[in-house]
């Protein structure tokens, strides 16, 4: 925690670029997804998640929309 007091804008840094691959990760499921005719919706939750739990992340994404949503 003190961390995060002593460097905020190393914290944020991290956090963009967490969201920036998730967003790379959501692009590819959507591009490789258009075959099989599925669209992984996206928005800031669905960026972070791909970011912060990187494959499993996006794999639990997928699982989790097909389970609610079809």
Sequence with gaps: MIRVFRHPGLVFWKLAKSAAI???FVFAVNWVGQYFHYHLPF???TALTA??????GVGMLIALHLWLFQ
């Design 22 to 24: 998730g967003c790379l």
């Design 51 to 56: 970011g912060f739990l990187g494959i499993p």
């Design 43 to 45: 928005n800031a939750f």
